[in-house]
């Protein structure tokens, strides 16, 4: 069965560092891998997608990540953190006939000022 | 498009009434999904359809859950009897079809007394 790892529970980064947030998943051939953010009681939003083609894929807010099949790693960087992009962020990963869309547990991203 | 439509936003019942969770997806989406969010357990897939089929309910916790979708444009979490475990942000997400990302609600947040 197919899974979605993200070690970090919580990251805490200044305002203006960059920021790396990891992605593992597990599934037996190349998977469909998306990064969405969610704010305090807001639904989900999507920030990027992959699903085949150029391995580094930029998405809005000034987000990008890329996909490593080597590593079985999607992880989302930003270069440039800003206050607002505190927030909880999900890798998911569709897999499987009918595509099925599996969350990882998210990371906390918390911006000191 | 108004996205993803759930409703209502909040419900407070008391333990072994019925809770019934309603969900618009977006036009013209032929694939619902429905999701459990808790602090302890993360994003949990709970069941998705396929042009009104179900497809994998393995998620669904229990027989006090069951989701039905009579149409394209509608479908229900029923939760009966509820208990105080259940409670949770319940999130409903559409896709315009396989291998593409879902786009959200704003999610139902239940509080079972």
């Known amino acids: 069965a197919q899974s979605v790892t993200q070690p970090d529970i919580h990251i805490t980064v200044s305002e203006g560092a960059s920021l790396e947030l990891r992605c593992n998943y597990s599934?037996?051939?190349?998977?469909?891998l998306f990064w969405y953010v969610q704010s305090p009681g807001q639904g989900l939003q999507l920030l990027l997608k992959?699903?085949?083609?150029?391995?580094l894929v930029q998405g809005i807010k000034g987000f990008e990540a890329e996909f490593k099949r080597s590593q079985s790693s999607f992880n989302l960087r930003k270069p440039s953190v800003h206050w607002s992009d505190a927030a909880e962020y999900f890798c998911?990963?569709?897999?499987?006939?009918?595509?099925?869309?599996?969350f990882g547990t998210g990371t906390q991203l918390k911006v000191e000022l | 498009d108004a996205g993803v439509i759930q409703s209502p936003r909040h419900e407070v019942t008391e333990m072994g009434q019925e809770v019934t969770l309603r969900c618009k997806p977006i036009?013209?989406?032929?694939?619902l999904f429905w999701y459990r969010q808790t602090m302890m357990r993360g994003l949990e897939l709970l069941i998705y359809?396929?042009?009104?089929?179900?497809?994998?309910d393995s998620g669904m916790p229990e027989d006090r859950f069951s989701a039905k979708m009579p149409n394209a444009s509608f479908s229900t979490l029923k939760i009966q009897p509820s208990e105080p475990r259940d409670s949770a942000v319940y999130f409903c997400?559409?896709?315009?079809?396989?291998?593409?990302?879902?786009?959200f609600g704003q999610g139902t947040r239940l509080t079972v007394v």
């Open positions: 998911a990963v569709g897999t499987g006939g009918g595509n099925k869309l599996t």
């Open positions: 036009s013209g989406h032929n694939s």
């Open positions: 359809f396929n042009n009104n089929v179900p497809i994998d």
């Open positions: 997400a559409s896709r315009p079809g396989e291998n593409t990302e879902a786009f």
């Open positions: 599934y037996g051939a190349t998977p469909y």
């Open positions: 992959y699903f085949s083609g150029d391995t």
